[in-house]
């Protein structure tokens, strides 16, 4: 396998607040990495630090072997680094397929320019082939306000998965949606990784989609990565359980579903 991104003492302060702290992670393509931790424990911070949302304070990143620290999100999505939010990033009043379209001209542009008609055939086409990917291909015409939680998650990753990315960092692709809904969801969006062959990092909260989608777990408290390591391993340590899974339960979970 060869690495696809790494980070060295990768660091974020607000002002006394250390949001994150010596982050040094290695992710080979390839990689479907669950990212854990409490409220609060540095999961975002890191995320948009990667995604060029944030700068850090200190610290060096790497994708595909070159440094990438400085740039912005959209230079990062067109080397094929893309990202999805915890609150879907939606034109709510919009059909579907604009809302695909707009983000394709976006992507393509350098300027973005409001006034050239922005469904052309080819952005339609590969709109088209993601919503069937994603099998949200029955909302095409529909205003995203008529989408349920599920189906806007997967719009939101849809977006993300536009223009041939390589690796995908997701923020807590099922929060928000149901428990029946979250294992369709996650499959789905497995489905459309392993065919384009992605590398993916995502914040998640519920244990049990961790245990079934991941192989690897990097655990955050406190802005630190406290372990890093096999599913199974890093979810029976002593510390992760004290610090990470009880504290979800407690604050994220309380019916069980967040
Ligand atoms: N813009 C900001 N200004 C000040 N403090 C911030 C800012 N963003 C994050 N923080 C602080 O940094 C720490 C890490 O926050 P972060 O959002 O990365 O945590 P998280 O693990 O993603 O939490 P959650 O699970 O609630 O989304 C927290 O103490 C938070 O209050």
Known sequence: MTEILKTEGL????????????????????????????????????????????????????????????????????????????????????????????????????????????????????????????????????????????ARKLLDIALAMLGSPRMLLLDEPTSGVSLEEKYTLMDTVMEAVHARGLTVLFVEHDMEIVRRYVTRVLAFANGVVIKDGPVEEVLADTKVQELVTGKYHEHKNPGGDA
Do not use: C, H, W
């Open 11 to 150: 660091s974020r302060y607000f002002g006394a607040v250390t949001a994150a702290e010596d982050i040094s992670v290695t992710i080979m393509a390839g990689e479907i990495v669950g990212v854990i931790g409490a409220n609060g424990a540095g999961k975002t911070t890191f995320i948009n630090m990667v995604t060029g949302y944030l700068p850090p304070s200190k610290g060096s990143i790497s994708f595909g072997g070159n440094p990438i620290k400085g740039l912005g999100p959209r230079k990062l999505m067109r080397k094929g680094l893309t990202r999805s939010f915890q609150i879907p990033q939606l034109f709510l009043e919009l059909p579907v397929i604009d809302n695909l379209a707009i983000a394709l001209a976006a992507a393509e542009q350098k300027q973005f320019q409001m006034l050239r008609p922005v469904r052309t055939p080819e952005r339609l086409g590969s709109a088209e082939e993601i919503l069937e990917q994603m099998r949200i291909s029955q909302y095409r015409d529909e205003m995203v306000t008529a989408m349920p939680q599920g």
